[in-house]
């Protein structure tokens, strides 16, 4: 073995292998009498190791007397206050031995002689909070004696690169596939595997260290490994592979990390009904694609996603009556838990939300499933003119021509001052195909939003709201998201839907979320989300075709959970007297099967999707005589033509946007009395 790719392993750790220049990087920092302020900034693709690193490090830094904290970005509520709580209790449990007047007091008083090193891992998870890391936490820390590990697939923004004070601390430690010696290295210390063996896993994995973890195991387990494992492991990690390396009676409790983010021994017990013995707890943690954590066991990310989708494919009603047990068990520990214990059971329990969440593709399209990376922060210099363009696009369709100058001149501004509030969706050539824009309002970004927006931020917050200090903010304004409809394969409503789920999961206990919205179609999405919604006490946000509403989503005082579990609950079955409403879905309905499978009830005489299919669109053809030939070419041209795409379907008609709904909102009404007549001869 070369003497430069050490493994290392022991007692219940895995194998490590490799990564010297990272681990010199930090004994660099233990070795150094000094040991002034450092941020390491840990980035790569999913499976290439960056929690494993990390781990590492702690363990490693731990072992010359440091002390260790570690931050989990997913379960951290995206406050000021959510984020010093956390870490607050990791502090408490990490210094459970002593007692302090403060609970942040070690932190905030590092030195050489008592150094602490914080990881936060899924750094990317905190990107709201990245301007009150920069400008409130960070100055917090002493300027010595404290390392910062962060890591986060997307590298960090330019706006730690270029700080004035932070940059200069900043070391960027990109983590690449292993060399061929270190996965030889790794292959051969995991057990009695022959050497030519070990050259060609090394070889077929590519050196990708989830790949090879699992080839090994494989190998071992099987004591050989077939060719369909080998050019599945070499293409990608695969729901087949990682089944077969679950021994039967451990399946039921990786199902449940399926569901979970993390889980321990106790939660696995009560959500699976049984008692989980201590030895197959052991065994699980084990298996290569199972990370351990302070919460639990959790799946490495990769492998929770190729299970979850084989796990919706395959059993669709038990992975949802799983998650409807899950979600019941954290609500009642939520309801007993102490403060500082909530925010991981609130975590929990978004993420079990996520696909159970109601749809209105009119708006947004929240179901689908795809392998989009997530959100990133802004490139300012690359990504300002593409994203200039997708905002003209949604202003089109969004506010009165005369109101664009104003959010491209907003955009501009924001993404210099402060770039943490825009979230941007990428495709696969790197460029920007949507983009969220959301912003914690305190005393700074208020004033910046009263220069643009003075009309909605009146409507929404009370002035002592808007001078609030950084550190106790917690409230958001949502001022977009918009998507390009140019991507293949999806639609600018399943983009939109990604960018507002991946901020929806942003949401915890102790956060609000505001906005004025015009259009209706939005405020009838985000009602289903739960958002409350009121009138504005003036018409100052109104446009020239639409009435403006406030819509709020409040957690500040509880209700959280009954928030989520509310989406867990039978779904009442559709009302047999059809309302404009109704009429209004099932017609956006049309070309979605399973949306319309529900309205097949409805008609007595119906007993496919497929006939009710049939029997409107027959009704809205030409040789039709219960509509008139008006609503026929509206409705058309809504629903049939260009669907979700208002501004096509009122030029098709030759009217404006406002004719076209005030004209189309008669063409429902009347189909809708037609549709209620059918029914009631069916009956």
Not at 194 to 214: F, I, V, W
Not at 238 to 247: F, G, K, N
Not at 440 to 464: N, V, W
Not at 573 to 585: A, E, F, G, N
């Amino acid at each position: 073995m070369n003497p430069t790719q050490e493994v290392r392993s022991g007692g219940n750790r895995k194998l490590f292998v490799g990564r010297i220049k990272e681990r010199d990087s930090l004994n660099e920092w233990l070795d150094n009498p000094e040991a002034p302020l450092r941020i390491f900034s840990v980035t790569g693709i999913g499976g290439i190791g960056k929690s494993s690193l990390l781990a590492e490090m702690l363990h490693s830094a731990r072992q010359r007397s440091a002390r260790g904290l570690w931050l989990d970005g997913r379960s951290c509520a995206q406050t000021p206050v959510g984020f010093l709580e956390y870490i607050s209790a990791a502090v408490s449990l990490e210094f459970w031995d002593r007692t302090y007047s403060h609970p942040l007091e070690p932190l905030l008083q590092t030195s050489p002689q008592q150094r602490i090193v914080l990881c936060i891992d899924n750094f990317d998870n905190l990107s709201l909070l990245e301007g009150w890391l920069l400008e409130a936490f960070l100055p917090k820390l002493q300027s010595t004696g404290i390392l910062v590990i962060l890591a986060s697939r997307s590298v960090l923004s330019t706006a730690w690169k270029t700080h004035s004070q932070w940059g200069k601390h900043l070391q960027e430690l990109p983590l690449v596939h292993f060399s061929h010696q270190e996965a030889t290295d790794y292959i051969l210390s995991a057990g009695s595997i022959q050497k030519d063996m070990a050259r060609e896993l090394a070889h077929s994995t590519d050196g990708h260290p989830l790949a090879l973890a699992l080839s090994v195991e494989a190998l071992i387990q099987q004591k050989r490994l077939s060719e369909e494992d080998k050019q599945i492991v070499s293409q990608t990690i695969s729901a087949h592979i990682l089944r077969e390396l679950t021994l039967a009676k451990l399946q039921p409790l990786v199902d449940v990390l399926v569901v979970l983010q993390y889980a321990n021994q106790e939660i696995l017990s009560l959500v699976l009904d049984e008692t989980v013995t201590l030895a197959d707890y052991q065994q699980l943690k084990g298996k290569s694609f199972v990370r351990s954590t302070p919460e639990g066991l959790s799946l490495h990310d990769l492998a929770r996603m190729h299970l979850l989708r084989d796990f919706r494919q395959r059993e669709p009603q038990r992975l949802h009556l799983l998650r409807a047990r899950a979600a019941s068990i954290l609500y009642e520990q939520l309801q007993q838990a102490k403060p500082e214990n909530k925010r991981i059971i609130t975590s929990q329990m978004l993420q079990l939300s996520k696909d159970s969440f109601p749809l209105h593709r009119l708006y947004a399209d929240l179901s689908v499933d795809s392998l989009i990376s997530p959100l990133e922060s802004i490139r300012a210099e690359e990504d300002l003119p593409v994203l200039h363009e997708i905002l003209r696009q949604w202003c089109e369709y969004s506010v009165d021509s005369w109101q664009s100058e104003n959010y491209h001149a907003f955009l501009s501004e924001l993404a210099v001052r402060f770039p943490e509030s825009i979230a941007v969706l990428r495709g696969v050539d790197g460029l920007p195909i949507g983009m969220f824009i959301g912003l914690l309002i305190h005393k700074e970004t208020s004033e910046f939003m009263i220069k643009y927006f003075p009309a909605e931020m009146a409507e929404c917050y009370e002035p002592d709201e808007l001078l609030c200090e950084h550190d106790q903010a917690d409230s958001y304004y949502a001022v977009l998201g918009a998507a390009t409809n140019q991507l293949p394969g999806f639609s600018r409503e399943e983009l939109v839907g990604l960018l507002t789920l991946d901020r929806l999961s942003l949401i915890g206990e102790g956060a609000r979320v505001m906005l004025v919205a015009t259009n209706s179609d939005l405020k009838v999405f985000l009602q289903q989300l739960g958002f409350l919604i009121r009138p504005t006490r003036t018409s100052d946000c109104d446009t020239s075709y639409a009435q403006a509403d406030i819509l709020e989503l409040d957690f500040r005082h509880g209700q959280f959970g009954e928030w989520i579990l509310s989406y867990f609950s039978e779904k009442p079955k559709p009302s047999s007297k059809l309302d404009h409403k109704m009429v209004r879905k099932l017609l956006s309905s049309l070309h979605e099967p399973a949306e319309l499978q529900a309205f097949v009830p409805v008609f007595h005489d119906i007993e496919n999707v497929a006939d009710l299919s049939d029997k409107i669109i027959s009704l809205l053809s030409k040789e039709s005589v219960l509509l008139s030939s008006k609503d026929r070419d509206l409705l058309n041209a809504a629903y049939l033509i260009h669907l979700d795409n208002p501004i096509a379907a009122a030029r098709s008609c030759n009217m404006s946007r406002a004719t076209f709904y005030r004209h189309l909102n008669s063409a429902v009404a009347n189909v809708t009395e037609v549709l209620r007549n059918m029914t009631d001869t069916d009956s």
